[in-house]
């Protein structure tokens, strides 16, 4: 889920402090804690003692290792939940005793939230929310926390707990709690667990990842996804290393193309052998949080005619019978070919079907730039190597 920077309103931010000050603050008063800190091993350390994790030096730079690539001991596997092939869900425990919650990953924000408790939006009250004073290790703010995404954004402000993604624990992890959220009254998740590299914020708050890779909880700064298609189980994000398991012949390394955001250089994208967008090389971002295969509006008609597609209000539908007949669609990155058929940028739903190929808002004199989002990540397994700035891609099993 693309994530785009704001700047509050002074008026905004006076609005939120009032939040602050009915639901949060003044009812946290009687809950606020400080959080205890236990000096314990940690996962490299005790990684070390058993002689698994490879030596890490400031001389040579990481690479991921063999043992990472297969040592169940070192990867942690997290379950995902796919619902409708539109979003991938997993769970995630916050606070002591944990309160659960379900929360999409996401590669194109840096984020953690979830729903307050006292929130006031009718989505809210359709989602579980946090109950602070329902934990021992909770520890309140009154810095506000704003984000916004393409289309929804929520306002809330900055907490601090622990974090549990199963066995994975993140102690005075800081997160926001929403008290207005716009446009997740539909979602099928709670919050949005964001996996994208830090960013500037007004709050300033680490992301979940990097607290793991800082506390030692994982043993290499590494994330990958295995998002299976047509069932609702079977899909994975895994920490701290990769499994050979998941994916077929070696990975493709790509590095990213600015350090700070998970964008790559794409060098075309082609059907039938003609190059109908990225003609002089343009960027795309691997997004985990975004359905679609989403691009500029030029690009995108052409494809649609390519493809006979027909507009029928906001979408693009397309004859079930072509799916048999249509090209692939070719990624071309870093000099390899992804290709994606027409049963991936095809989705047949309730009899009709749709073609996955949508417009994103282009800002003004930006350059071409894609989504790449889970039509394109269900066919390939990927790899996200922050040690060393860069993605790896090969075909999903």
Request: aromatic share 12%; hydrophobic share 35%; with cysteine.
């Amino acid at each position: 889920m693309l994530r785009t920077q704001s700047v509050l309103s002074t008026s905004m931010e006076d609005e939120i402090m009032k939040w602050l000050g009915l639901f949060g603050l003044v009812a946290l008063s009687e809950c606020m804690v400080i959080i205890p800190i236990t000096q314990m091993k940690t996962m490299r350390e005790t990684l070390r003692e058993r002689n698994l994790l490879t030596n890490f030096s400031e001389e040579h730079p990481y690479n991921l290792s063999q043992k990472a690539a297969n040592d169940q001991n070192i990867i942690y596997h997290h379950p995902l939940r796919s619902y409708n092939d539109f979003s991938y869900i997993g769970n995630i425990h916050i606070g002591t005793p944990p309160q659960e919650f379900q929360v999409l990953f996401d590669t194109g924000s840096s984020s953690l939230w979830v729903p307050s408790i006292y929130c006031q939006s009718s989505s809210c009250y359709k989602h579980n929310s946090f109950v602070p004073c329902n934990s021992s290790t909770f520890k309140a703010t009154n810095k506000i926390f704003n984000t916004n995404y393409s289309s929804t954004s929520i306002k809330g402000y900055l907490v601090y707990d622990t974090v549990r993604i199963g066995n994975l624990v993140s102690v005075a992890q800081p997160f926001g709690l929403s008290l207005k959220e716009f446009g997740f009254e539909d979602v099928p998740f709670d919050g949005i667990l964001g996996l994208g590299y830090p960013r500037r914020t007004v709050t300033g708050a680490t992301p979940i990842f990097d607290n793991l890779w800082k506390q030692g909880v994982i043993s290499e700064p590494v994330f990958a996804f295995y998002l299976s298609s047509q069932k609702e189980n079977g899909s994975v994000v895994m920490f701290g290393g990769v499994n050979r398991a998941y994916y077929k012949g070696e990975l493709n390394w790509v590095p990213v193309s600015q350090v700070g955001n998970w964008h790559i250089n794409i060098d075309s994208i082609s059907i039938n052998g003609t190059v109908v967008a990225c003609k002089r090389g343009c960027q795309a971002l691997l997004d985990t949080g975004t359905a679609f295969l989403r691009g500029p509006r030029g690009p995108v008609s052409k494809i649609q005619k390519l493809i006979h597609a027909r507009p029928i209000g906001r979408e693009h539908v397309v004859s079930c019978q072509a799916i048999r007949t249509l090209p692939p669609a070719v990624f071309t990155i870093n000099g390899i070919d992804y290709p994606v058929p027409a049963q991936a940028y095809i989705q047949s739903l309730s009899g009709y079907c749709f073609s996955n190929f949508l417009v994103r808002p282009q800002r003004v004199n930006e350059s071409e730039t894609w989504i790449l989002g889970e039509v394109f990540l269900r066919l390939y397994f990927s790899v996200f190597d922050r040690g060393n700035n860069r993605i790896g891609l090969a075909p999903a099993v």
